[in-house]
């Protein structure tokens, strides 16, 4: 290991610890290893001209790092992040999937993109595969990464889920990230009752956290002869996990089924054409529009045994269908629920569509705009029974929103709501039927009107919203001063100025060796707001990037510390031990508290090496002491140079 003392006065460096512990053997920087570090260079970019890089990977076992100088990574079968085992994916890499593989993750996964260089999953030749499978693995990570045009299909197996992620008791953080047209594809004839799940994502028995991304004309297929077939969440689906979403969009994204029956009675539901979720789901801060759930279902008898045929559809949550599920500050618009059924038998037939939801099935909303969504049911046989039911939403709580200009059925159906506008009346304390006055403005057209903004008129949603509820932070003024008095109703805009961030981060991987880096991400909610990062231990000590990464050059445990800032005010925090970076691969280690100090000052050094030493023998060039056999000495500098440090140690092992 070098180690430099500079009291500024230009002069050739060297120092050179001897690994054997005996001896020490200067080497001059300008004499030998500056003109080798050249020629190695040149070397580089010599071989960096000839053509870009790319790796084949047939299949098997895949951990260490996947570099940009590597990419695109090629992968032609069935790959494993195996148990303890880690797969970093540096920014700019290009993932390109040639067959129909499967990606299993038992390990860690860290996709660690930028904005100007995500990482990037695509298919080539055929889009169809298995999937990112995270079983029972450990703390992943997906930043600025994007996912498109995959396609998980099946015609036999009669249960299907995550056309691009599947997560079976697995921590995931997703970040920044684009899944666009992905889609889950089940056809033909299925023994059994088909079941698809997550379009994009189906998470079950695990933890996921989604922040600012984007989920676009993502699918679920269905075109099957079943009895039963069920299909679940268009771009997500989550079952008895807890998911948070948050600044997210989803657009566009579908369910489609086709079923036409097996001489029975055959029944098909769908559920949330954005989301589907049971357990813990917090969705805030999030943009859910023109999202479908589509449902045809036809039954019929035999020619040459007759019987009574019945056949039902049933769709519900056109943007979301939650269970248990908190659905806040986020706008709901241009949903359709969509049923038809039809039955056909000489011994009479029954037909039923229902659906219910246009918008949202929600267990709790707040402060959220739900408009222009839509439900349609039809039917054809001889008796048809058709039903909808909350244009807007039906079911759960709802407190502080606005339900408008929602068709097909009454806005509200099945929920108890407080302190809304839902056009037409709805009973409860507080509810108001009147226009609520949208006008468009910087970020959207869900602004209220307000004088004080400068509109002509004042809404009457605003400072109408429960007395007992906190301010948002946010405001729903085109000028964008932040709200103030009560809560307003509706959906509210990042402020100007609101309030001062909460800071949350995390790291991974926590437990590293030497020289290894870990990846740190800013999961601060206001994601305006600026950043300081310090590292104690850590290359760089200090980082203004959202998304650091940093190397430990030395053993130790080392706290980690996220402060963030904006107009408001300013948060920190700091996590304790929080990083441990572990001894390996060198005998002697030390380390000086400076290496450039000013004429007079004191440097102390630290033993760091790893063989659990009982003697150390230090030798300090222009020191004083000029020797000493302290574990960690102080050595002051009264000269001005640059000066050699000598530590010889004894251990059990020499």
């Known amino acids: 290991m070098k180690i430099t003392i500079q009291i500024p006065e230009s002069k050739d460096v060297y120092l050179h610890a001897d690994t054997n512990q005996k001896k020490v053997y200067p080497i001059r920087w300008s004499a030998i290893v500056k003109p080798i570090i050249l020629f190695l260079l040149l070397l580089f970019m010599l071989r960096a001209t000839e053509a870009k890089g790319q790796t084949v990977i047939s299949g098997g076992p895949v951990y260490g790092s996947w570099t940009a100088a590597g990419s695109p990574y090629k992968i032609y079968g069935d790959v494993e992040i195996p148990q303890d085992s880690l797969l970093i994916i540096e920014a700019g890499v290009d993932v390109e999937i040639f067959t129909e593989l499967e990606f299993l993750v038992k390990g860690s996964l860290i996709a660690a993109g930028s904005d100007p260089d995500p990482v990037s999953f695509y298919p080539v030749m055929s889009p169809y595969w298995k999937g990112l499978y995270f079983l029972n693995a450990d703390t992943s990570v997906l930043s600025f990464c994007s996912f498109e045009g995959f396609t998980s299909k099946t015609s036999t197996y009669y249960g299907l889920r995550g056309g691009v992620i599947r997560s079976i008791s697995s921590p995931i953080y997703i970040l920044n990230s684009n899944f666009n047209n992905n889609a889950i594809m089940q056809t033909g004839f299925v023994l059994g009752y088909p079941n698809a799940e997550g379009g994009a994502i189906y998470i079950s028995d695990g933890w996921m956290r989604i922040d600012n991304c984007s989920f676009a004309g993502n699918k679920i297929i269905v075109e099957v002869t079943e009895i039963y077939v069920m299909a679940n969440g268009g771009g997500i689906c989550s079952k008895n996990s807890d998911l948070i979403v948050t600044n997210c969009t989803f657009e566009s994204n579908e369910i489609k089924i086709e079923n036409t029956g097996l001489l029975m009675d055959p029944t098909s539901i769908a ?21 479908i759930v589509d449902v045809h279902t036809v039954g019929w008898d035999d020619i040459m045994y007759p019987f009574f045929v019945q056949s039902e559809s049933i769709s519900e949550g056109g943007g979301i269908f939650s269970i248990g599920g908190n659905l806040i500050n986020s706008v709901i618009t241009n949903n359709l629920c969509k049923s038809f059924s039809e039955a056909y038998s000489t011994e009479g037939d029954c037909a039923k569509a229902e659906s219910n939801g246009g918008g949202s099935f929600c267990s709790h909303t707040v402060n959220c705009v739900l408009k222009f969504n839509c439900l349609t049911a039809s039917a054809i046989a001889i008796t048809t029974i058709t039903n909808c039911e909350g244009a807007g939403q039906c079911n759960g709580l709802i407190l502080n929103s606005i339900l408008w200009n929602n068709t097909g059925a009454p806005q509200v159906e099945g929920s108890s709501a407080t302190f809304s506008c839902i056009q037409g009346g709805y009973t409860g304390q507080g509810n108001i039927g009147y226009n609520p006055m949208f006008v468009s403005g910087p ?41 103030q008095g009560v809560v307003d109703m509706g959906y509210h805009y990042l402020a100007s100025s609101s309030e001062p961030p909460v800071a949350d981060f995390m790291g991974v991987p926590r437990y590293i060796d030497m020289f290894e880096h870990a990846y740190f991400f800013n999961l601060t909610l206001q994601t305006a ?126």
């Open 529 to 654: 707001a600026s950043v300081k990062w310090i590292f104690e231990g850590g290359d760089p000590a200090v980082s203004w990037e959202q998304n650091p990464i940093v190397q430990y050059n030395l053993p130790g445990t080392f706290d980690a510390s996220l402060v963030v800032w904006n107009t408001v005010g300013c948060d920190t925090l700091i996590r304790h031990n929080y990083i441990t970076v572990a001894c390996t691969g060198a005998n002697v280690l030390f380390n000086a508290s400076d290496t450039l100090v000013v004429l007079n000052d004191t440097v102390i050094f630290t033993d760091y090496s790893c063989v659990d030493p009982y003697s150390w023998n230090w030798e300090f060039e222009g020191g004083a002491p000029g020797t000493s056999t302290q574990q960690n000495p102080a050595v002051f500098y009264s000269d001005t140079g640059s000066f050699d440090v000598k530590l010889v140690i004894e251990s059990l092992t020499g």
């Open 271 to 291: 559920r949330g054409g954005a989301i589907y979720a049971e357990g813990n789901c917090t969705i805030l801060n999030s943009d859910i529009n023109a999202n």
């Open 443 to 483: 970020l959207g057209n869900n602004y209220l009107s307000q004088t004080a903004a400068g509109q002509a008129q004042q809404s009457p949603c605003v400072d109408a919203g429960d007395p007992s509820t906190p301010l948002f932070g946010g405001t729903t003024r085109t000028d964008h001063v932040p709200d």
